[in-house]
């Protein structure tokens, strides 16, 4: 089985912990990291933007990684978010196994 890691961004930590839970208790993810106190710095319309923002890890299979960004994508507040589906290429077994689990035990 393969795994992916999606990162994302949210405007709030409000907002990423809705995205999370959405996430796993729909079986998208098995687990959902939060990190608030993030500052990005990005040209958006032309302009250069700085925006405090909140970064999020979700631990999911590559067979559910599209599934999840969708509903990443749809319950987000932005026009354009920030997704990346980045191929796990090694970890501890066991952990892997428990994403597994985690993901199907909900399909």
């Not at 809705?18 to 990005?42: D, Q, T």
């Not at 405090?52 to 990684?65: L, N, P, Q, S, Y």
Request: net charge negative; hydrophobic share 45%.
């Amino acid at each position: 089985m393969e795994f992916r890691l999606i990162y994302t961004t949210a405007a709030s930590a409000e907002e990423a912990r809705r995205i999370g839970r959405r996430l796993v208790e729909n079986g998208l993810a098995a687990c959902v990291n939060i990190f608030p106190g993030m500052n990005s710095l990005y040209q958006w319309e032309g302009k250069l933007q700085e925006d405090a923002e909140v970064a999020m890890i979700c631990k999911t299979t590559a067979d559910r990684a599209a599934q999840a960004m969708d509903a990443v994508r749809e319950a987000h507040s932005y026009d354009c978010p920030c997704m990346l589906s980045i191929p796990v290429v090694d970890g501890n077994p066991a952990f892997l196994d428990w994403i597994a689990e985690q993901v199907r035990a909900t399909e």
